[in-house]
């Protein structure tokens, strides 16, 4: 068992062997400066795996604004089959309970946005 160790480890060599000649102080920085670059391409790897898993899930939100003012959103790029029903309540309300009885009878799901005399001033 030991062999096969020893020559596993003879080709998972992560610091080059000590040069003939070459002085312990010298030999010993060499292992530094790897150690460090070994850690500095290790850290970049992980940062940019981190990055791919964050930007590959979760929720997104979208906004849209100018100037600090909120603008509605017209269209958002996605792969799934979906649409954004909106009502701007910015007349009378003559149909409105209707629309909410039809909407709540099919499980939807809508943004009211209110305008003008509907937003209290």
Same mark, same amino acid.
């Given at each position: ?9 003879? /080709? ?5 062997? /000590? ?9 010993? /920085? ?38 600090? /003012? ?52």
């Amino acid at each position: 068992m030991k062999k096969y160790i020893k020559k596993l480890a003879d /080709r998972i060599r992560i610091f080059p062997p /000590r040069e003939e000649g070459q002085s312990g102080e010298e030999y010993a /920085r060499q292992k530094v400066i790897l150690g460090v670059k070994y850690g500095v391409f290790a850290l970049t790897a992980f940062a940019l795996l981190r990055g791919m898993l964050v930007a590959a899930g979760g929720n997104v939100t979208v906004s849209n604004s100018v100037d600090g /003012r909120e603008l509605p959103i017209y269209c958002v790029d996605t792969p799934e089959k979906k649409i954004a029903l909106s009502f701007d309540a910015a007349w009378g309300n003559e149909d409105t309970t209707k629309i909410l009885e039809i909407l709540q009878k099919h499980d939807v799901h809508v943004t009211f946005f209110m305008t003008g005399g509907w937003v209290p001033g």
